[in-house]
């Protein structure tokens, strides 16, 4: 990811004018596969949470148990990536067909071993006892808003450029400067936000588990660390893609981080 961008949203290849390869030309819908691929997360972290072992007795926890109410905040998360949100947006870039494999093949093992290990026992039926959990469901629901707040600017601003538009290709997306909330100081906010989010969810795992699993072995730490993997490279790539862009971008904005980078 730090020598090539993942072909699809502003790296479609069919926003590149060179792009002339059959292989680069391999696209399918953007909304569509973006829908398929994410909606798999949600669905396997639920499978896996019903069937998936939970202790000796094989029990699924109660309803009123922390395990559960994080599985509910997982279902959330992408209920509103996978359905709400890209069924609102006018028009996404077609993606490679490459993207939706691999992003499908990340969430049935990112949805299966959180599943499976919120499901496990571990979680303690107290575990939410303590004011650390909470304040840890608060980081995520910050998060989360925080992320669903600065996507609704980007919405926004393609919304803005369908209903001023004058002819030309209307499946095509428009790109402009988002303003507004973190973006007076950095291009992707909602980035960062999602960050903050599973780290809130993280910790509250970790937290109601006792620390009962180690870092390095917690699916849920593991995906954290994915995501900052994955998103950073992008988020650096695409902010000085909105320099290249546009002469009026502001220089004083940084990548993700706010001040640092």
Same mark, same amino acid.
């Given at each position: 990811? @730090? ?10 290849? =069919?926003?590149?004018? #060179? #792009?002339?390869? &059959? ?13 398929? %691929? ?6 396997? @972290? @639920? ?17 009123? /148990? ?9 279902? %959330? /998360?992408?209920? =509103? ?18 993207? !939706? ?15 499976? &290990? ?11 006892? #303590?004011?650390?959990? &909470? ?19 980007? $919405? ?35 980035? $960062?936000?999602? &960050? ?23 699916? /849920?730490?593991?995906?954290?660390? =994915?995501?900052?993997?994955? %998103?950073?490279?992008?988020? $650096? #790539? ?19 981080? !706010?001040?640092?980078?």
């Amino acid at each position: 990811l @730090l020598v090539k961008n993942a072909p699809h949203g502003r790296f479609s290849p =069919n926003n590149n004018q #060179s #792009s002339t390869s &059959w292989y680069q030309n391999l696209t399918v819908d953007g909304t569509w596969s973006w829908i398929v %691929m994410e909606l798999v997360s949600p669905i396997t @972290l @639920l499978y896996a949470y019903l069937a998936g072992p939970a202790a000796e007795k094989r029990e699924v926890p109660p309803l009123r /148990h922390p395990s559960t109410l994080l599985a509910g905040l997982w279902v %959330m /998360h992408y209920f =509103n990536r996978a359905v709400i949100s890209p069924l609102r947006t006018p028009a996404r870039s077609r993606s490679h067909i490459t993207i !939706p494999f691999a992003a499908a093949a990340f969430n049935i093992f990112n949805g299966g071993l959180n599943g499976f &290990w919120l499901s496990f026992g571990v979680v303690r039926s107290d575990g939410w006892s #303590s004011k650390a959990f &909470w304040a840890s469901i608060g980081l995520f629901i910050v998060g989360w808003v925080g992320n669903v707040l600065h996507d609704e600017v980007l $919405l926004d601003i393609r919304k803005d450029a369908k209903s001023s538009k004058s002819g030309g290709d209307s499946e095509k997306p428009k790109y402009g400067i988002p303003r507004g909330y973190l973006y007076r100081y950095i291009s992707f906010p909602n980035y $960062l936000c999602e &960050w903050l989010e599973w780290t809130g969810f993280a910790l509250a795992a970790s937290i109601a588990s006792n620390w009962a699993t180690p870092i390095y072995e917690s699916p /849920h730490w593991l995906f954290v660390a =994915n995501e900052v993997a994955t %998103m950073l490279p992008r988020a $650096l #790539s695409g902010h000085q893609w909105y320099h290249d862009k546009f002469d009026d971008y502001p220089k004083e904005r940084k990548a993700v981080i !706010p001040f640092l980078l």
